[in-house]
C-alpha cells in the first residue's frame, strides 16, 4: 500500500492557503464574528471594546496591533502553565504528526500513560481510575450519572453561589441564576448555604453551614442522597475558598446519608492553589470522585473525572461512549502540563508569586475603601468591590469601570462572582516575581484612575 494519499501530496506542494488565509483586520475580525457566530457564542463579551488575541506567550498576551498583556485569567484558567509552552507545544506535535485521533474503541498507549499519571497524584491507599472527556461540564455530567448509578439514589446536593457549567446537568448544579436558563433542569437538585466568609448568611464560621447541609439533607431530600458536589475554592462564584473544617463535615455528612463526595478541581486544580495538586488536599479528606478540566491541558480541549476504581464499576455495563474522549493529542498536552508542574516547581511558584500578588491586593485595599474584602489561595485570589463595607452593597458599575481599566493599562483579568463585582486575579501558574513591579503599577493606576 502507498504510505502517501494523492491529497496530502497536493497539500503538500501547495500550503500557502493554509498558513496564509487568516484576516487580522480588527474591523473585518468583528464584522466576520458578528455575522458568522450565533448568539450564544457572541453575547459573553466583557470588554466595552473587542480584545483580540494574536499570540501569547508563557504568561503574556499579545494583541492584533502588538500591545502586550500580563495575563492575569489564563484563558479562564485553561492555560495552567503558560501560552506556548515548548514542553507542550513538543508534545502535541509530535503526537499530532502521529495519529490525531484514535478514539477508546481501539487502543492507544498514550491517554493510558496520561491516567497512570494523573493517579499518580492521587491518594495512594486508594486505586483511582480515569475517564477522559473533552470539557468540564461534560466531566460534570458525567459524574452526576456516576453517583446516581453507583448509590441507586437520586437527590444531589451543590452549593448555593457554585458554578459547574453549562449543559444541562451542569447547569442544574449551578448555584447562580446568571448561568442557568429558563427551561426544565434535572430534578433532584437541591441547594444549601455556601460557607462564603465573606458574604455567606451566616457570616464567618463553619458550624452553621454545616447545620444547614444536614437541614437540607433532611428536609429536601429523601435522607438518601447520590452526592454532593463542592469547588474548594469556588471561581465563577468569585473566588470564594471553603473555610477548613466544612469539607471535612460536609463529607461525614454525605456520606452518612449513602453519598458521594465530589470535588470540582476545574478551576482550582492543578496546583494552582499553591500548596498541593489538588485544592482537596488542605482540608484532609479523600473525595469519592473528582472532576478535572481546563488547566488538565493547557487550553486542548480535555476533561476527566477520576473516581476511585469500585465506584466507577458501577457503570462497567453500561454504554457511554465520548467519540473524542482521550484523544491523544490532548493527552498529550496532559502529559506534558504534568511533568512541567513538577520540574519546574509550579506549585511552589503559585504559592510564592500568589502570596506577593495578594500582598499587592491588600495594600491597596488599605488605601482603597471600595475594597471590600481580597483573599485567595495561590494563584487564584480576587478583590471584592462593594459600595459600603457595612452593607457590601455590590459595587456593580465601579467594577465594570475598574475592569476596563485594568485593560489599559496592561492586564487580562476578570470580573466575576454572583454579582458580578468581584475582581478575579489568575494568571498561568509560571508568573514570576519579575512581574509583580508591573502588576503592581497596573493595579494601582487602575485604581487611582476609577
Ligand atoms: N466547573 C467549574 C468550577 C468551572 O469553572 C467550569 C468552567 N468555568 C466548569 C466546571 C465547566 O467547564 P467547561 O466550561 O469546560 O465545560
Redesign the pocket.
Known amino acids: 500500500m502507498p504510505t502517501h494519499t494523492k491529497v496530502s501530496r497536493i497539500i503538500r506542494e501547495d500550503m500557502t492557503p493554509y498558513t496564509l488565509s487568516t484576516d487580522w483586520e480588527t474591523d473585518a475580525i468583528v464584522e466576520r464574528r458578528e455575522r458568522y457566530y450565533a448568539a450564544s457564542q457572541r453575547a459573553f463579551v466583557p470588554y466595552n471594546t473587542p480584545l483580540i488575541f494574536k499570540r501569547g506567550q508563557d504568561q503574556y498576551l499579545w494583541d492584533e496591533k502588538g500591545n502586550q498583556y500580563l495575563d492575569c485569567l489564563s484563558q479562564?484558567?485553561c492555560v495552567s502553565i503558560g501560552y506556548n509552552n515548548p514542553a507542550v507545544t513538543a508534545a502535541v506535535q509530535f503526537q499530532a504528526e502521529q495519529i490525531q485521533h484514535c478514539t477508546t474503541m481501539f487502543f492507544h498507549p498514550v491517554p493510558a500513560h496520561f491516567a497512570e499519571e494523573l493517579t499518580r497524584k492521587f491518594p495512594e491507599d486508594e486505586q483511582w481510575v480515569v475517564h477522559f472527556m473533552n470539557?468540564?461540564?461534560?466531566?460534570?455530567d458525567f459524574a452526576l450519572l456516576l453517583a446516581r448509578s453507583h448509590t441507586r439514589n437520586n437527590d444531589v446536593i451543590s452549593l448555593n453561589n457554585?458554578?459547574?457549567?453549562?449543559?444541562f446537568g451542569?447547569q442544574s448544579i449551578t448555584g447562580i441564576s446568571n448561568f442557568r436558563h429558563n427551561v426544565s433542569l434535572l430534578n433532584g437538585i437541591q441547594f444549601t448555604s455556601n460557607p462564603d466568609q465573606y458574604r455567606g448568611i451566616h457570616g464567618p464560621g463553619v458550624q452553621p453551614y454545616l447545620d444547614d447541609l444536614d437541614r437540607t439533607i433532611y428536609h429536601g431530600t429523601s435522607g438518601q442522597i447520590a452526592g454532593m458536589f463542592i469547588?474548594p475554592v469556588?471561581?465563577?462564584g468569585g473566588i470564594v475558598p471553603l473555610p477548613d473544617g466544612y469539607l471535612c463535615g460536609a463529607f461525614e455528612r454525605i456520606r452518612a446519608a449513602g453519598g458521594l463526595c465530589i470535588v470540582?478541581e476545574?478551576?482550582?486544580g492543578f496546583g494552582r492553589t499553591g500548596e498541593h495538586y489538588w485544592s482537596f488536599a488542605r482540608h484532609d479528606v479523600v473525595p469519592d470522585i473528582v472532576?478535572l478540566?481546563?488547566g488538565i491541558g493547557n487550553g486542548y480541549p480535555l476533561?476527566a473525572v477520576v473516581a476511585k476504581r469500585h465506584i466507577a464499576e458501577a457503570m462497567a455495563d453500561k454504554f457511554y461512549f465520548n467519540t473524542y474522549g482521550a484523544n491523544p493529542v490532548s493527552c498529550s498536552a496532559g502529559r506534558a502540563v504534568l511533568r512541567v508542574i513538577d520540574q519546574c516547581g509550579l506549585i511552589d511558584n503559585a504559592r510564592q508569586v500568589g502570596a506577593a500578588m495578594l500582598n499587592v491586593l491588600k495594600k491597596m485595599a488599605l488605601k482603597h475603601d471600595i475594597i471590600g474584602d481580597v483573599r485567595g489561595r495561590g494563584l487564584m485570589m480576587a478583590a471584592e468591590l462593594v459600595k459600603d463595607k457595612q452593607t457590601k452593597e455590590p459595587a456593580v458599575e465601579e467594577m465594570h469601570r475598574l475592569f476596563q481599566l485594568t485593560r489599559k493599562h496592561g492586564l487580562v483579568a476578570s470580573k466575576s462572582g454572583a454579582h458580578k463585582n468581584v475582581l478575579r486575579i489568575c494568571p498561568p501558574l509560571c508568573v514570576q516575581m519579575e512581574d509583580i513591579p508591573f502588576f503592581e503599577q497596573a493595579i494601582e493606576n487602575s485604581f487611582a484612575e476609577l
Not at 470539557?135 to 460534570?140: F, K, L, Y
Open positions: 479562564n484558567l470539557s468540564g461540564a461534560e466531566a460534570i457554585s458554578y459547574h457549567g453549562a449543559t451542569a469547588e469556588q471561581g465563577y470540582d476545574v478551576q482550582a472532576v478540566a481546563k476533561g
